[in-house]
């Protein structure tokens, strides 16, 4: 269905709000009704979505998320090189992307997007995965290791019951994600099986508010396309809870895009620009500017600073994106 076809089911029925708390898998005209109603709710002054999401029978919050970077258990092997160990469990799990509009994720510990890992450029990464569901499943690093560690077919996709440790050494440093790589890929990556990795370099950064933004979408009939869309899982999370930051402290976001069914995505802040350091992979900016398109895996870092309070809103330069959950605000003090 064509985003014509799209808009007008947003049109066609009533909200979420008298779902009851019933899951929806196939209601896509009461999906986008609901998704209509919050988004103009918003952009007539509303400070929040119509209803809210039950963050804790999610088991995750999304402003724990943008900030709970994991540097796992640490301990020094002989030559005195840090270890990070980490556990991971594939599991099944009913989330809520939308208030009363629920989605049967595949999950990492549980949460989409699954745990953030952080090391610095150096250090052995240890993560043993258990694999708890119906499905073979794997972790597939971007960044550098060996063929045995590739998460790939026949390379580290343990099957059900099944347990896998990947070890390798985290390099380059940048801004980088894992994500599961069994066929059919669409599906394992669209279902939630997927985080953000990054790798600090040794002589680190200037001091800054770090947080990381994933863009995920959701296809809650599975037709191939998306209802609904979302920073880091909740349809207009940062709407209902904007993220809150100092107006002079220098902000930090690593940007992941992992939006499935869709070629691209985006994010726009607005009343300020950003420097662009693509891929982390660098100490020096590539650019200064205030919007970047970015297709899926792609993922980069930005730093700004907003010179006085307000609330500033950003969000996806497609309107169809905003319009089904994907804006947010900063709240600056």
Not at 181 to 203: C, E, M, N, S
Request: proline share 5%.
């Amino acid at each position: 269905m064509g985003s014509v076809g799209r808009r007008a089911f947003l049109k066609r029925v009533g909200t979420a709000s008298a779902l009851g708390g019933a899951a929806v898998l196939a209601g896509r005209d009461v999906v986008k009704a609901a998704l209509q109603e919050q988004h103009a709710h918003a952009a007539h002054g509303g400070h929040g979505p119509v209803g809210s999401v039950d963050h804790v029978r999610n088991g995750f919050d999304p402003l724990q998320i943008l900030t709970d970077f994991d540097g796992g258990v640490t301990s020094r092997d002989r030559s005195g090189r840090t270890v990070r160990e980490y556990e991971f469990v594939a599991s099944n799990r009913e989330i809520e992307v939308a208030p009363g509009i629920f989605f049967p994720a595949w999950t990492y510990n549980g949460r989409v997007p699954g745990p953030t890992i952080r090391a610095t450029e150096g250090d052995r990464v240890r993560i043993t995965f258990i694999n708890a569901t119906d499905h073979r499943h794997s972790i597939h690093f971007h960044g550098f290791h060996s063929a045995g560690m590739d998460g790939v077919p026949g390379a580290g996709d343990p099957g059900p019951g099944e347990t896998f440790v990947y070890d390798f050494i985290a390099e380059p440093f940048g801004t980088h994600l894992y994500h599961c790589h069994t066929v059919p890929l669409k599906q394992h990556i669209h279902r939630g099986l997927y985080g953000a990795f990054i790798v600090d370099p040794k002589r680190g950064r200037p001091e800054a508010n770090e947080m990381v933004m994933v863009m995920n979408a959701f296809d809650t009939n599975f037709d191939g396309e998306n209802e609904i869309y979302a920073l880091n899982s909740i349809a207009f999370g940062y709407v209902e809870q904007p993220i809150p930051i100092r107006a002079g402290d220098l902000q930090r976001a690593h940007v992941v895009n992992v939006t499935e069914f869709d070629p691209i995505n985006s994010i726009h802040l607005h009343a300020n620009f950003f420097d662009l350091y693509r891929t982390g992979t660098s100490l020096e900016p590539d650019e200064f500017t205030d919007i970047i398109s970015m297709g899926q895996a792609e993922r980069h870092m930005i730093e700004f600073t907003y010179r006085e309070p307000g609330r500033f809103m950003f969000h996806a330069h497609q309107t169809e994106f905003v319009e089904l959950g994907w804006l947010s605000f900063f709240e600056v003090t």
